[in-house]
C-alpha cells in the first residue's frame, strides 16, 4: 500500500506542482488548501507524512506545526515545511516550532524525494494506524 503525503499549501501551483513530485515517488496525496482544514485532514486521515506550507492567509505554517503536534494522534507525524521564505530565522524557527525538515521553493525534485523517502523508508515516519 503506498505511504499517504498530505500537503497544506494555499497555492493552486504549488500543490500541484508538488502533487506531481510525489506521483513520479509513488505517493498517495490528499491536499488542503489552508492550515485549518490541513489539520483537520490530518487528524482524520492520518497521513504518513505532511508537507506544510509556511506562508498562507489565516494560520500560518509555524502555527500549524504547533498544532498538529498538540494532538496525539499527529505528536509524531513527520512534518516538512516548505516555503520560499529565506529570511534569517525561518529555518530555525520552523524547527522550533517541532518540525521535521525543511525545504525551499523553487522544490527541488530530487531533494524533495530524498527527504520523504528518509523518513518513510527508515521506518522514523509514519503514525499507527491503529
Known amino acids: 500500500m503506498p505511504m499517504r503525503v498530505l500537503i497544506i499549501d494555499d497555492s ?19 491536499t488542503a488548501e ?5 489539520i483537520a485532514l490530518a487528524r482524520a486521515e492520518r497521513p504518513d507524512l505532511v508537507l506544510l506550507d509556511v506562508m498562507m492567509p489565516g494560520m ?3 502555527t500549524a506545526c504547533q498544532a498538529l503536534r498538540g494532538y496525539p494522534e499527529t505528536r509524531l507525524l513527520p512534518i516538512i ?11 530555525e524557527t520552523g524547527f522550533a516550532c ?9 522544490i527541488d525534485r530530487i531533494e524533495l524525494l530524498a ?6 523508508s ?3 515516519g509514519g503514525i499507527s494506524q491503529d
Open 12 to 30: 493552486a501551483t504549488s500543490r500541484m506542482a508538488q502533487q506531481v513530485i510525489l506521483r513520479e515517488g509513488g505517493y498517495d496525496i490528499s
Open 34 to 38: 489552508d492550515a485549518e482544514e490541513g
Open 60 to 62: 500560518d505554517g509555524f
Open 81 to 91: 515545511l516548505v516555503t520560499s521564505e529565506r529570511a534569517e530565522g525561518s529555518v
Open 98 to 106: 517541532g518540525c521535521s525538515d525543511y525545504v525551499l521553493k523553487p
Open 115 to 120: 527527504k520523504i523517502d528518509n523518513f518513510l
Open 122 to 124: 527508515a521506518g522514523s
